[in-house]
């Protein structure tokens, strides 16, 4: 069953997908017929699946050949890299975000009680190496790694349902069947997701070398591997993970994307990734085309937004909102487009938050921690900041006060869990914290804890990333001490930032909060699910992944919507989940975890005006992840 929350249309961004027979004349890019000839490459009908996939570009059919530009923000930004590769799951989203078509899968069954899924491969499909995709490939994931306590002591949570981890069945070369213990409803748009691509990532031919149920020698190699202790950390620095730069860090690893990535690939230290189409890449256009029609994607880096910003109006980027999507650059970008050769990309947001700060519940000092988990004091920091202020001077006016949660247009919206305490209401917010017991102050008007230790919030953000954090942080610091309460903000590394975060070593974490417009794909800022982004309860995530064995127990609240999480998952009504997911929105308003400042605004990006079959509008969000649904391998730039 494919659930249809999100967004209700996205105009003129629909790519078709046919099902029907694929009868077309192929054709190949010029580079790859030369190989050909040469011998150096098998023909293509020996390349394509039995069935391809044809899908339709945007506009037109397109024609082979160039380069796609774009800026990588700093030596950690691996995202950007699968945002415009667009994940090779056994689905994908539909380009307007409204439900999910088949994809790696050429179709799927599910059985009466939605616990079993059986899903179809494309005969003849091919690895980029030009080995066989198949099904032995799933149930490696599934058998070898999923279910290996070494390799995963607590199972992702999208692959567990009633405790239990999926496990897998192969029926024939070219069909597998993936079951859980209980129904799982939503499993098919879950499959659609970034983080979900594990079924279909590794290629079983190439990483059971890395893994000692096949390979008796792998100690050996970790022993000759620097930095590498176990096996499951030679396999992840060898294979790559989903969301980790070691995915693009070796051009040896065999995947199913419409490019790959060439000489050292991307690493602490790189200046530049480059990556060639896929040879063997599964899908073609309606006449039979192979794609992608782009020969190569060449992405620079930049160590600040400042330097991605000047490079976009510079005309040195052809599509690109990531690190530049901040409304305060349409300005700049809008002076600079007809010099710079692009348009202005309009960006639908399905984020909530523009900056929210995640309070950490579960702090290690057990004073910070006290006083964090008072909601009288969260309250009243939430009534010590000025949104206004910070709105109009950091977003130029564009939003409006919020904290988290659905946004307005939402079904699931919730007013107490978005609009509660975004009032500004200094007086109120010191009769809070006095009436908690922090009344006390030093000689410099800074509340105190029972022990005489100042209160103090230091907080990191990722200022090559968001700047505007670190102007609404120094505002909030001003703000605060007109109720005593003293913070620090300093610009950190993104890998610094997550390392800080996993460690649970932080006061609060800023970052935006998501589930605006997709609050079912992304609650990890209402239940602690997400292992390195639910941060006001990292101890907490591992406790509800492990079933209890690790972390720390959470409070019954979250116990409680963490409950409801599993009985939503296994759902099959549409109405009675929503329902469900009503009762955790609720649970989290009452308990307000976590503060927001600004109902975030949509984006804006750059695309180069001669790139053909590219969107001028399209949604922003990580789970959907911009661009990738929109098929980037149909994009093509028009004959000279």
């Known amino acids: 069953m494919t659930r249809n929350w999100r967004f209700s249309s996205v105009a003129a961004l629909a790519v078709g997908v046919f099902l029907h027979p694929f009868t077309a004349q192929a054709g190949e890019a010029p580079a790859l017929a030369e190989a050909v000839a040469a011998g150096n490459l098998p023909p293509l009908e020996e390349r394509l699946p039995a069935q391809p996939e044809v899908v339709t570009g945007l506009e037109n059919i397109g024609t082979y050949g160039g380069k796609l530009r774009r800026m990588l923000g700093g030596s950690n930004d691996h995202n950007s890299i699968l945002r415009i590769i667009s994940p090779q799951g056994l689905t994908r989203w539909k380009a307007d975000f409204s439900g999910v078509v088949p994809n790696v899968a050429e179709s799927w069954e599910t059985n009466e009680d939605g616990s079993e899924f059986t899903f179809k491969l494309r005969e003849g499909m091919k690895w980029s190496d030009g080995e066989p995709f198949t099904a032995d490939d799933v149930v490696f994931f599934v058998n070898d790694l999923l279910n290996n306590k070494e390799f995963y002591p607590n199972p992702p949570a999208r692959f567990v349902v009633a405790g239990e981890p999926m496990q897998a069945e192969k029926v024939d070369d070219h069909t597998v069947t993936l079951k859980f213990a209980a129904p799982y409803g939503t499993f098919l748009t879950e499959l659609a997701t970034p983080l979900a691509q594990e079924p279909v990532l590794w290629a079983k031919h190439y990483c059971q070398q890395f893994h000692p149920a096949y390979n008796d020698d792998v100690q050996s190699m970790v022993d000759e591997t620097e930095a590498v202790e176990d096996w499951p950390a030679l396999y992840r620095l060898k294979c790559g993970e989903v969301e980790a730069p070691n995915r693009w860090s070796n051009p040896e690893r065999p995947t199913l994307d419409p490019w790959v990535v060439t000489g050292e690939g991307y690493s602490a230290g790189s200046t530049q990734v480059v990556m060639e189409r896929n040879p063997y890449f599964w899908q073609v256009d309606e006449e039979g085309n192979q794609l992608p029609y782009i020969d190569t994607l060449e992405m620079g880096v930049a160590q600040d937004n400042e330097a991605l910003v000047l490079e976009a109006i510079a005309g040195n980027i052809d599509f690109q909102r990531r690190k530049i999507s901040n409304p305060a650059n349409k300005p700049v970008f809008a002076e600079n487009a007809e010099k710079g050769g692009f348009e202005i990309l309009d960006m639908i947001n399905s984020n909530s938050n523009s900056m929210a700060i995640h309070f950490n519940h579960t702090h290690k000092n057990p004073q910070m921690r006290e006083f964090i988990r008072n909601k009288d004091v969260r309250v009243a920091l939430s009534l010590g900041i000025d949104r206004e202020e910070i709105i109009d001077i950091v977003y130029q006016g564009q939003g409006e006060p919020y904290q988290i949660g659905p946004r307005p247009t939402h079904v699931l919206y919730n007013e107490q869990l978005g609009k509660q305490h975004t009032e500004y209401d200094p007086d109120k917010a010191n009769e809070l914290l006095d009436a908690a017991g922090y009344a006390e102050m030093d000689d410099e008007g800074y509340r105190l804890f029972p022990d005489g230790t100042r209160i103090v919030f230091n907080a990191q953000y990722t200022g090559v990333e968001q700047p505007d954090w670190g102007d609404s942080l120094e505002i909030i610091k001003e703000q605060w001490e007109e109720i005593g309460i003293e913070l620090n903000s300093t610009s950190v590394e993104r890998s610094i930032y997550y390392s800080r975060g996993e460690a649970n070593e932080h006061d609060f974490m800023v970052w935006g909060a998501p589930g605006g417009l997709d609050p079912t794909l992304s609650p990890r800022d209402v239940l602690a699910v997400h292992p390195q982004a639910s941060w006001f309860g990292i101890p907490w995530t591992r406790w509800y992944l492990s079933g209890g064995s690790e972390g720390e127990e959470p409070t019954e609240s979250m116990k409680k919507r963490l409950a409801l999480y599993d009985s ?73």
């Open 568 to 640: 939503f998952k296994q759902e099959a009504d549409q109405e009675k989940a929503l329902d469900i997911f009503r009762q955790i929105h609720q649970e989290a308003a009452d308990e307000m975890e976590i503060i927001g400042i600004s109902l975030a605004p949509n984006l804006v990006g750059v695309v180069n005006k001669n790139l053909m079959n590219a969107p001028r509008s399209l949604p922003s969000s990580w789970m959907y992840p911009d661009p990738g649904p929109t098929l980037p391998q149909t994009w093509y730039w028009p004959e000279s």
